[in-house]
């Protein structure tokens, strides 16, 4: 495709950024509008609605000189007047269509933003556009995306690079900011004029209680302060969600199914940066649901099931964590399929599977190297697997688990925390290094030595508790001497971290305190070292470095060793 | 060769070696007594180091003497794989060269990182150019 820069005059950029960004939000309402429309068209206010959007659309464009742009929205919003005076029905070829001309406004936009004029072949989406609005639907007219780029469908990782980094802020959060930050500053006049007196040599009543208040005045409001911040970055999850009824539609018709979305929990918020990174991996387990999970109608009636599948997608608070969860009623996982591909594939050994738990065995899909697609298709089979999903969440300190009934359906369940810019860690000691350990990692501290804590098989050492056995992983080997001691070590605490139920012991010297920390990441240096075992770096009080060490990656290595 | 007569160098002395870096590849000079060590890392790599308050990696590809006492002394490189400190033994000057030409022969102590050649300053002192972001591009590991 041919391209070349666009010129944009510098006053007018602040004017044109905001007009990618307004013009992105409609957008992505209209691709949620135009679904629902297709579901009920009958449905007027709707229809009000879409003309709205686009022939606001059309007057930005216009007024901003974007003639192509102009000119695509302003053959779109024909079709949709003709619906609106009652000229015209809404049907699924006409909604392949308008979102087809979406996708190009998106992609038009998508140029204005990266700044560049490419040239892009309107007129057979004008001409499917005005065939639409004189007659219906052209028969055998090319739908959906066909006449766009495919990078440009809705949902795709293309889109984050036309996101502006600016998030919108609710001024209600501004407000309490600047109040308390009014406060912060009133306590500091405070501070000053105590120090002021003193230097002065004035007699000061009581200091040590003085300096006790406002101590503690000055640490409610900078928590408050960070806790106000904190909400800014707080977005809502509508803002991914939104995406998927489009996502979920075009499937549907790619594939023949029918397929129903509901979404629930749209308000739910999380952090801007969790927000930026959750889509992709979630965009793939959506697509999973609906490829791999819902049948076709034919077999689903068959199975005595409503011929409409149903994927439902939720987000929710619990304690301080969101969870999202992706259901669906399809044909569910057949965990026998999944042990005889394990053995194919040389991950676990035939009396392995013998003895694994239904959870063990359903957690081996998100193994490297593991897909049970019967064969590669455009919707999910793209090479991606389900370890990249588990290792984004892991990236966003989430934590991903199934639950599958053969014939039944599939639960996916992420679990994330609300923000990435803080957390609550442990400060421990291993051979004379301080680390921490994310809180959320943690399950119980157990004290060496303990009953029950021994050598057991090979040089492997185990903590045997009441029903169940713990392996044990000294951090001390895995960080520092890179390999195994064969005595098992008789001091120190034993930091029990669980994921998807399987625990592990992680030996370390000491334990010392709780710290609330900001962990940052180590840097594009040393990224290029890959050190899994490390989350990232903190500064303390002091100002001296420690690092949080990654506890799921370290417990993970006995287990993988074991398997 | 990148550098030419005009341009500064940051004059350094590495275990008993003069060594220049360019100054348009220095962010400054910092010393520090404590290193937070990272686990899991090629040798080279000395720890970490606070520069008010970003984290920044730092590398002894020399097993650099320290002349400063219990100091650390580094030159914190800005390149492309962001901001790197430099193990250094001592600090000199800033050094213009009258004469830049190719290094004859390069101690073998001094072997492990890229030297674009030598300089000769107005005193007719002698360097060793160092090609900063080579020396940190070397180091990384080959997919």
Redesign the interface.
Known sequence: MREEDLIIDPDMEEIVQGFVIESTEYLEHLDQDLVSLDENPGDMELVGKVFRAFHTLKGNSRALGFLDMETMVHRTEDVIRKVRDGEARVVPAMMDVLLASVDMVKALLNDISEKKKRERDLAPLIAQLQAVNEDGPAPGAEPAAAATEPSVAAGTSTEKKTAAPTIRVDTIKLDKLLSTAGELVLSKNRLLNFTQRLEQGQAVASPEEFLNEINAQLGFLVSDMQVDVMSTRMQPISRVFSKYPRVVRDLGRETGKEIELVITGQETELDNAIIEEIGDPLIHMVRNSCDHGVEMPDARVAAGKNPKGRVELSAYYEGNFAIISIRDDGKGIDTEVIKRKAIEKKLISPEQAATMAKSDILNLIFLPGFSTAEKVTAVSGRGVGMDVVKNSIGKLKGIIEMDSEKGKGTVLKIKLPLTLASMIGLEIEVGGIRYLVPQEAIVEIVRLPASGYAAAVKDKTFLFRGNYTLPVVNVRDMLINGNKNAAPVQQGYLIVTSEVEKRTGLLVDNVLQQHEVVVKPLGKYLSRFHLSEINGATIMGDGSIELVINASVIAGFQTQGAA | MNGNGNSQYLGCAINGFPVAIPVANVQEVFETR?L???????AF?AG???IR?A???VLDLWQVEREGADLFTMAVLS?A????GLLISRLDDLVRFTRIGPADALPSELAVAPFSGAGLDESGKMYFVLDAEQC?AGT??RE
């Open positions: 404590f937070a060590k990272v686990p899991k890392c090629p790599i970490l180091v606070n308050g984290i920044v990696p390149t794989e962001g901001n790197v940190i990384i590991p």
